[in-house]
């Protein structure tokens, strides 16, 4: 087919989408204004009667003032029970969290095991951190060696080195994993590297 039969198709298609959007235009519109008329001469359906109020009792200021009294005043039968009322809750993992946290409070730092020179990048020198945290270099430090030697840094000889909860450590192990350089010697020497200046 060529180009120009294949523009002539797409016009032809075109045309009678366009004449089929005429058509629904024109069915649509089709007896309108009589159909409007029609419409907007129906009788309108009637609203639901208000309740009748009662005008004398709402009209007598004397009631009002009263019933803003009864309002304002204190029933002390009522608020004799309400002080008598009491309600304590209890959480079981709040209580043994602030019992934790109480605990660790007493003794709840360690002194550092790994440290990066803190003067020469800006840091601040720590001497301690609380029981059960470590530092981004004690945390590196643990890991690599973990990872370097599984047999001698178990995850227990870790928690107890670092003052670590058990199942915090398991976890740190599993999910963190320090990043590894790997250097890939190129196949033949002729290859061009980089070398270091």
């Known amino acids: 087919m060529t180009l120009l039969a294949h523009r002539r198709q797409l016009a032809v298609f075109r045309n009678m989408s366009n004449m089929g959007a005429r058509v629904s235009r024109m069915f649509r519109n089709f007896n309108l204004e009589n159909r409007v ?5 129906k009788e309108k359906p009637r609203a639901a009667p208000r309740h009748e109020a009662d005008l004398s009792r ?13 309002v304002s005043q204190k029933n002390a039968p ?3 029970l309400l002080r008598s009322v009491y309600v304590e809750s209890k959480d079981p993992a709040a209580a043994e969290a602030s019992q934790e946290v109480s605990v660790e409070t007493e003794g709840a730092r360690r002194p550092l095991r790994f440290s990066l020179p803190g003067g020469q990048y800006g840091l601040v020198e720590l001497s ?4 059960g945290k470590l530092t981004i270099a004690e945390t ?3 890991l690599g060696s973990h990872q370097s030697q599984p047999q001698t840094w178990t995850p227990g000889k870790i928690a107890q080195e670092y003052s670590l909860d058990l199942k915090d450590t398991k976890a740190l192990l599993e999910f963190f994993i320090p990043f590894q ?12 590297q980089i070398k270091a200046s």
């Open 140 to 142: 590196l430090k643990a």
């Open 58 to 70: 709402s009209s007598g200021g004397s009631e009002a003032a009263e019933t803003a009294e009864l």
């Open 37 to 41: 008329h029609r419409e907007i001469s």
């Open 181 to 192: 350089v790997h250097i890939i010697p190129p196949k033949t020497q002729s290859a061009k």
């Open 128 to 131: 301690d951190v609380p029981r």
């Open 78 to 80: 009522l608020l004799g």
